[in-house]
T-cell receptor, first 114, second 112 residues
Framework: GAGVSQSPRYKVAKRGQDVALRCDPISGHVSLFWYQQALGQGPEFLTYFQNEAQLDKSGLPSDRFFAERPEGSVSTLKIQRTQQEDSAVYLC????????????FGSGTRLTVV | TQLLEQSPQFLSIQEGENLTVYCNSSSVFSSLQWYRQEPGEGPVLLVTVVTGGEVKKLKRLTFQFGDARKDSSLHITAAQPGDTGLYLCAGASGGSNYKLTFGKGTLLTVNP
């Protein structure tokens, strides 16, 4: 596609509910990233995929967060047993190479946990 | 932990004024990027600087990377309402050059 597509745009979850956030990167982009942006803050790195391999998951806040990219294209970020502190915008980005050059971000999914 | 401090945090100016926003760190970065983010959207890349002392111009926007590659500035000439947005700087370091460390941003409002 022309850009990075994320769905849903908005998600309201009750505390304790599981959620799944989807990212469709730009076709052919090798690298895919997930970032979390809390209100009034800059984005913070969560995890990095190169094709289907998850090479860095050091930013995932807890073991309730899980990400996958099984075929090296679409990625899903799953949050289990959501808590209020998980409320944030979750941004996906892709890039054609293996570095931070050429990032294209999606519009994000705004998650609100009530 | 690498931190990027951006200043000012908020800036409200009149159309036609000039402004400079700053991005500072105690750490060295291999490259630094500037993004603009509008409400409800993801950040959009404006520029990447990689060489200490580098200056890049994008129409009315001038970006500079410090000689020591620890800081950067963004200067806007004759600001327009369309420049309104959150300006974020983000750095990558050599060891993990795929990962960006973002500042908190400068929220710029340009009033007509």
């Amino acid at each position: 596609g022309a850009g990075v597509s994320q769905s849903p745009r908005y998600k309201v979850a009750k505390r304790g509910q599981d959620v799944a956030l989807r990212c469709d990167p730009i076709s052919g982009h090798v690298s895919l990233f997930w970032y979390q942006q809390a209100l009034g803050q800059g984005p913070e790195f969560l995890t990095y995929f190169q094709n289907e391999a998850q090479l860095d998951k050091s930013g995932l806040p807890s073991d309730r967060f899980f990400a996958e990219r099984p075929e090296g294209s679409v990625s899903t970020l799953k949050i289990q047993r959501t808590q209020q502190e998980d409320s944030a915008v979750y941004l996906c980005a892709s890039s054609p190479g293996q570095s931070s050059y050429g990032y294209t971000f999606g519009s994000g999914t705004r998650l609100t946990v009530v | 932990t690498q931190l990027l401090e951006q200043s000012p945090q908020f800036l409200s100016i009149q159309e036609g004024e000039n402004l400079t926003v700053y991005c500072n760190s105690s750490s060295v970065f291999s490259s630094l990027q500037w993004y603009r983010q509008e409400p409800g959207e993801g950040p959009v890349l404006l520029v990447t600087v990689v060489t200490g002392g580098e200056v890049k111009k994008l129409k009315r926007l001038t970006f500079q990377f410090g000689d020591a590659r620890k800081d950067s500035s963004l200067h806007i000439t004759a600001a327009q309402p369309g420049d309104t947005g959150l300006y974020l700087c983000a750095g990558a370091s050599g060891g993990s050059n795929y990962k960006l460390t973002f500042g908190k941003g400068t929220l710029l409002t340009v009033n007509p």
